[in-house]
C-alpha cells in the first residue's frame, strides 16, 4: 500500500491540533474550575445544571424580597409602637382632665396638649419606608395616606395592603390601610356609644356601658329620658328606631344600672327633668376624630357652652373610644410581629435551600482538580509526543539514504 506524503502531512497536522484543542480544553476547565463547558460536554448535567440554575435565582430573588419585607415590616412595627405610646399619652391627659379642680385654663392648656398629640399622631402615619414610599396609604405608596384640613383628618389612600413574593406559595402584606390602622377602631366600648344632650342641665354622668347579652343587642338606637315630679325622679327608655317605649316610669337609683335589651349603662350623680342620654351602635370611628372631639369638649367645657356632667360624660366616652383605637393598633402591630416570625423562618428556608441548590450545581458542573490536572499532564507528554513523531515523519526523505 502507497502512502501519499500529502496523507502523512493531514494526518500528522490533524492529530497534533486534536491534541491542542483538548489541551486547551483542560487548561479552561482548570482556569474556570467547571468541567460541564458547554452543552455538548455533557447533555444531560447541563441541562440539570441550567434547571437547578433557575431555581436557584429564584431563591435568591426570594431571598431579596424577604430581606426587603423584613425592613419595611420593622419599620411598621415600629412605627404602630410609637403610636401605641402616642394614644397612651392621650389617654394620661384625657386622665388628667377629669380633675374636678382644674380651673378652665388648665383645660383650655390640655386641650392645646392633644392637638399637639394629634400632630403627632398624623406625622406617625404618614410615615414614609425605606424606599420613599408610605406605609400607610394602601397600593398609593406615593399618596400622603392623611391630610388635615378645618373639617378634620381625611384618608386619602385605598384599601389595599402591598405584597411580595417571598417563597414559592407565599406573598406576605409588608403595608396596612390607613383606613384599617387608624380608623378601624369602634367607637365608645366598641359595641355602642354613650352620649349626653348638650342641653342637660343636671348632674348626670354615665358610664361607657358594657354589653350583658350579646344576643339581646338589636342594633337599634334608645333614649334615657328623666323626669322629676315632687322630688321623685324617674326615667323612660325609649327605642329611637322604631319609636317604641320599653320603660315607662322607672324609678331613678344613682349608681344602678338601667339595662336596654342587651346593653346595661350606668348613670350617676342628679338629672333634672328632660336630661337624656342617647345610646346608638358603635360605628368606626378614627383616632384622630377620638382626640378632636375630647380637645373640643375641653375647650367647649372651658368656654361654659358644655355642661361638667355633659363633659364628664364625652369624656369617658372619650377615654373608652381611646382604649378602643389602642387595642386595634396593637391587633396591627400583632399581625406584623406574625409575619416578621413568619420571615424568619422562611429566610433560614431559603438559605437551606440556595445551599442545596450551590451544592447541586457543583456536584453537576464543578471540575475534579485532582483528574484535570493529571490529565493535562498526560495531555501535554502527548501533544509533545505527537510534535516530535511529526517532525520526523516530514523529515524522511530518500536523499538521507544516498
Known amino acids: 500500500m502507497r502512502i501519499s506524503t500529502t496523507w502523512i502531512y493531514t494526518r500528522g497536522s490533524d492529530a497534533i491540533s486534536r491534541k491542542m484543542s483538548e489541551l486547551s480544553r483542560t487548561q479552561e476547565q482548570i482556569s474556570t474550575n467547571k468541567r460541564v463547558l458547554a452543552p455538548s460536554d455533557d447533555p444531560i448535567a447541563a441541562a440539570s445544571a441550567l434547571t437547578t440554575e433557575q431555581a436557584r435565582s429564584l431563591t435568591e430573588q426570594y431571598a431579596r424580597n424577604q430581606g426587603f419585607a423584613q425592613g419595611t415590616l420593622e419599620l411598621a412595627e415600629a412605627t404602630l409602637s410609637q403610636v401605641g405610646e402616642a394614644l397612651q399619652d392621650v389617654r394620661t391627659l384625657a386622665v388628667a382632665a377629669g380633675n374636678g379642680a382644674l380651673s378652665a385654663e388648665d383645660r383650655r392648656s390640655l386641650a392645646i396638649e392633644l392637638r399637639g398629640k394629634l400632630d403627632s399622631l398624623l406625622g406617625l402615619a404618614n410615615t414614609r419606608d425605606g424606599a420613599g414610599g408610605y406605609l400607610f396609604s394602601g397600593y398609593q405608596d406615593g399618596v400622603q395616606p392623611f391630610a388635615s384640613s378645618a373639617s378634620g383628618v381625611a384618608y386619602q389612600g385605598d384599601q389595599g395592603n402591598r405584597a411580595l413574593q417571598v417563597g414559592t406559595n407565599r406573598q406576605i402584606a409588608v403595608s396596612a390601610s390607613g383606613n384599617d390602622v387608624f380608623e378601624g377602631a369602634h367607637a365608645g366600648n366598641g359595641s ?75 348613670i350617676t350623680g342628679s338629672p333634672v327633668g328632660n336630661d337624656t342620654f342617647d345610646i346608638a351602635p358603635s360605628t368606626r370611628q378614627s383616632a384622630f376624630k377620638t382626640i378632636t372631639d375630647l380637645a373640643a369638649a375641653l375647650e367647649s367645657n372651658a368656654d361654659g357652652s358644655l355642661s361638667e356632667a355633659a363633659f364628664r360624660t ?26 416578621l416570625r413568619e420571615l424568619d423562618s422562611l429566610s433560614a428556608l431559603t438559605q437551606d435551600q440556595s445551599l442545596y441548590y450551590q451544592r447541586e450545581l457543583s456536584r453537576l458542573t464543578d471540575l475534579d482538580l485532582a483528574e484535570a490536572v493529571s490529565r493535562l499532564t498526560l495531555q501535554q507528554v502527548t501533544l509533545q509526543a505527537a510534535q516530535q513523531s511529526y517532525l520526523k515523519t516530514v523529515g524522511l526523505s530518500l536523499f538521507n539514504y544516498l
Open 192 to 266: 355602642f356609644t354613650v352620649s349626653a344632650a348638650a342641653g342637660n342641665t343636671g348632674e348626670a354622668i354615665s358610664d361607657a356601658g358594657r354589653v350583658i347579652s350579646p344576643a339581646g343587642m338589636t342594633g337599634d338606637s334608645y333614649r334615657i329620658r328623666f323626669h322629676v315630679s315632687a322630688g321623685v325622679t324617674t326615667y323612660d327608655v325609649i327605642n329611637t328606631t322604631t319609636s317604641a317605649t320599653l320603660t315607662s316610669g322607672a324609678a331613678y337609683q344613682p349608681g344602678a344600672s338601667i339595662n336596654v335589651d342587651g346593653a346595661q349603662v350606668t
Open 314 to 339: 364625652a369624656l369617658t366616652q372619650g377615654m373608652a373610644g381611646i382604649d378602643q383605637a389602642h387595642d386595634h393598633v396593637l391587633s396591627v402591630r400583632t399581625g406584623f410581629g406574625a409575619r
